[in-house]
């Protein structure tokens, strides 16, 4: 069984913070690029943030930048998505991809989602 599983998403008011989880089992992540994207309702998935492995850069969509920050735990299989400053249209589900390096080049996983709601 292989699997991602996100957590941490809920309801936060707008300018607060939230922290997601993205764990993975039945597989270790130290040879994946892992991107979290988000669906708002109405509208297509979009890419967030993506950390690679392989030398450990990141990056992040424009709206998003300063914003947000991503790391990983390898020891912990697991990797975050630290949110700040929290904007309504943040308000969407959020998803973990796990994409292979190298040797597992066209792995890929991904988790059911997290809700997140950015509300007064």
């Known amino acids: 069984q292989l699997q991602l599983v996100e957590s941490g998403g809920g309801l936060v008011q707008p300018g607060g913070s939230l922290r997601l989880s993205c764990t993975a089992s039945g597989f270790t992540l130290d040879h994946y690029a892992i991107g979290w994207f988000r669906q708002a309702p109405g509208k297509e998935r979009e890419a967030v943030s993506c950390?690679?492995?392989?030398?450990?850069?990141?990056y992040y969509t424009d709206s998003v930048k300063g914003r947000f920050t991503i790391s990983r735990d390898n020891a912990k299989n697991t990797v975050y998505l630290q949110m700040t400053s929290l904007r309504p249209e943040d308000t969407a589900v959020y998803y973990c991809n796990a994409v292979g390096i190298g040797l597992l080049s066209g792995m890929d996983y991904w988790g059911k989602g997290t809700l997140v709601t950015v509300s007064p």
């Open positions: 950390i690679h492995s392989s030398d450990g850069s990141t």
